[in-house]
């Protein structure tokens, strides 16, 4: 994975046809997906329950371009190791989700993956100032964790606050929750540059239906560009 800093979306499978997680991860890798996005929730630190390591080593058969996992989990430490033979090419833990996120980091990095560091709605910036050495990517959740289809809470502040902290280091900020045609603009003007999408991607699509999926790809990505371009 080279870093750049061009608009990425990231569909969330957890939109997706729960019986059918191949063919609909092909189909979204199809019609233009950058990355596919995997939210992995254990009832425990979200009120949700989704996908074990098995389950993400299955999807991993059928992702082409960027596997996106994403821990809603507490502890993180002890599942590290099993969402790196899973495949996870991005692992990402919660700040929130235990007392050493230093060396959280330190050790997806150690199990060969790139390290993501979540930070709740109610969580400063601040609070990531001093492992952003050791972070590929910062990922700013724009819900409270736990479900898909919430409504969207402006971080546009704390975006902006992260880009600054960034500076040149070649960490990514990730947008999750309520990303669509209207809200993706706002985070990337603010300095985001990956966007995680679950029903504004697969709403009224199917995998029959794939060409769908394909224009609301097209619709998140052409008003975020729209909004790099004009920053």
């Not at 890798?29 to 995997?38: I, K, P, R, T």
């Not at 996120?101 to 001093?130: D, F, S, Y």
């Amino acid at each position: 994975m080279s870093f750049d800093r061009t608009i990425k979306i990231a569909p969330s499978i957890l939109s997706a046809d729960f019986a059918d997680f191949g063919r609909e991860i092909e189909a979204i890798e199809a019609q233009g997906a950058d990355w596919v996005h995997v939210d992995v929730m254990d009832g425990h630190f979200v009120p949700n329950l989704t996908f074990g390591p098995p389950a993400v080593k299955a999807f991993r058969r059928h992702v082409k371009t960027v596997m996106d996992v994403h821990l809603m989990i507490a502890p993180v430490d002890p599942y590290i190791d099993a969402y790196a033979e899973a495949g996870a090419d991005i692992l990402t833990a919660h700040v929130e989700a235990g007392p050493h996120i230093h060396r959280t980091l330190q050790a997806i990095r150690a199990a060969g993956m790139k390290a993501g560091v979540a930070i709740n709605p109610g969580t400063p910036a601040q609070a990531l100032e001093h492992v952003l050495d050791l972070a590929d990517l910062v990922c700013v959740m724009t819900v409270n964790p736990g479900f898909g289809g919430q409504k969207f809470i402006d971080m546009s502040e704390k975006v902006r606050t992260l880009r600054e902290m960034i500076g040149d280091r070649p960490v990514h900020i990730e947008i999750d929750g309520g990303m669509d045609p209207q809200t993706a603009p706002k985070m990337v003007d603010a300095g985001a540059d990956v966007l995680v999408a679950g029903s504004a991607v697969f709403q009224g699509g199917s995998v029959e239906k794939a060409s769908v999926y394909g224009d609301n790809i097209r619709a998140i990505r052409s008003a975020a560009e729209g909004a790099a371009k004009a920053a």
